[in-house]
């Protein structure tokens, strides 16, 4: 007996099937992976920078705000010292001081 033929498909292709749910290969995961890594190792280079940073200029304005008061204090030092030497110098002796 003769075969009938195939029936048409009008809506079927016998093509391959395409999977566009986005699962990815064992190399895209390991790509991705090694991306994740290499953008969290740069985040903690940047907060570690950030923190140096922080730190050097803390130091920065200790070392100034340090040397400001060293300076006020050494003027007020200067200006007691001072005032208590011109207290002790007699007029009329020639600058000498009283003993």
Do not use: C, T, Y
């Given at each position: 007996?003769?075969?009938?033929?195939?029936?048409a498909r009008m809506f079927f292709d016998d093509k391959p099937k395409v999977?566009?749910?986005?699962?990815?290969?064992?190399s895209d995961r390991q790509l991705l992976l090694a991306r994740a890594q290499r953008e969290r190792d740069e985040r903690q280079r940047q907060r570690?920078?950030?923190?140096a940073a922080l730190l050097l200029q803390?130091?920065?304005r200790a070392h100034m705000a340090l040397a400001r008061?060293?300076?006020a204090i050494r003027s007020e030092f200067d200006a007691a010292v001072d005032a208590s030497l011109a207290q002790r110098v007699?007029?009329?002796v020639g600058g000498s001081l009283a003993a």
């Amino acid at each position: 007996r003769a075969q009938a033929p195939a029936p048409a498909r009008m809506f079927f292709d016998d093509k391959p099937k395409v999977n566009l749910r986005g699962k990815s290969s064992s190399s895209d995961r390991q790509l991705l992976l090694a991306r994740a890594q290499r953008e969290r190792d740069e985040r903690q280079r940047q907060r570690a920078l950030l923190r140096a940073a922080l730190l050097l200029q803390s130091a920065a304005r200790a070392h100034m705000a340090l040397a400001r008061a060293r300076e006020a204090i050494r003027s007020e030092f200067d200006a007691a010292v001072d005032a208590s030497l011109a207290q002790r110098v007699e007029p009329g002796v020639g600058g000498s001081l009283a003993a």
